[in-house]
């Protein structure tokens, strides 16, 4: 279960650290970093998720939920 709180407070924290800079959620999804994750999606995960869930379902949920996080 993902708390909610605990993420509104510890991924600021967490950016800084990592000289991550984000507006809103989008801001975690660049193209090269999407190319990188939807090629590694079935060649990496495959072999450790089964059934492999969609890439694409899986992305629009993250984002959902980043949204929430980020907009507090």
């Not at 072999?47 to 949204?67: I, K, N, Y």
Request: hydrophobic share 50%; with cysteine; proline share 6%.
């Amino acid at each position: 279960m993902v708390r909610a709180e605990a993420v509104r407070r510890i991924l600021p924290e967490k950016c800084v650290v990592r000289a991550v800079e984000y507006a809103s959620a989008d801001d975690f999804f660049p193209a090269a970093v999407m190319e990188g994750a939807t090629r590694q999606w079935t060649t990496s995960l495959a072999a450790l998720v089964r059934p492999l869930p969609d890439f694409d379902r899986c992305v629009m949920g993250l984002r959902e939920r980043l949204d929430s996080f980020v907009a507090g």
